[in-house]
């Protein structure tokens, strides 16, 4: 283009990002498979290592966060270690949008059993979870599962991976059970008994015991996305 031409003088305005900042804790865990899926249902993820990359309101700096999956006792310890339960749990209560999945979600419980000795969650969905219930790493199995309550019916199953998972235990009467294990699983493999409620939602909080940054079904980060575009 000629330098002098008027395109080159003015040069049109770069358009603006209308996609939603959408934060993933990068302290431990499957951080690069939630980016891609988040890249891939329409958000602008963000690494999150430090206090500093919060903001000090919802929409600050994020407009959502994921807690990934990983070893929840060492996501406890560096996010003590590096001052980020406090501003977190005080952004949950601000309203920002999270979705936890596998230690994500234990971090978003409110109460947990089975965890180690000093471990602490964040907290905020009113839910009792257990650490490690369906088992140890080779006790993993994947499962399809219909989650009404997203929009993911029996003709086309999510298909959900375990790993060391967590289910959960009990609900208050704030969260919304949005799908649970087959029932009459007992005995049946890897995985425990059947009817174990794997994913909750609570306002614009969302937890799984699952996995669904793997495996290339992106509808899982398509509602989380919508729950923060809700949040606006």
Known sequence: MDALSPRALFPAPAPADSRPTIGVLALQGDVREHSLALRAAGARPVAVRRAADLGER?????????????????????????????PLRALLDAGLPAYGSCAGMILLADRALDLEEGQQTIGGMDVTVRRNAF???????EEDLVAPGLGIGPQRP???????????????????????????????????????????????????????????DHRLHEAFVATVRQRG
């Not at 088992?135 to 199995?141: E, I, L, N, P, T």
């Open 135 to 141: 088992g140890r790493q080779v006790d993993s199995y």
């Open 58 to 86: 919802p929409g600050d700096r994020l407009d959502g966060i994921v807690l990934p999956g990983g070893e929840s006792t060492t996501m406890s310890t560096l996010l003590t270690g590096f001052g980020m339960l406090e």
């Open 158 to 216: 999510f298909h959900a991976v375990f790993i060391r998972a967590p289910w959960v235990e009990s609900v208050g009467p704030g969260v919304e059970a949005l799908a649970t294990t087959r029932a009459g699983r007992a005995g049946q493999g890897p995985g425990g008994p059947g009817g174990r409620i794997v994913a909750v939602r609570q306002g614009f909080l969302l937890a799984t015991s699952f996995h669904p940054e793997v495996g290339g």
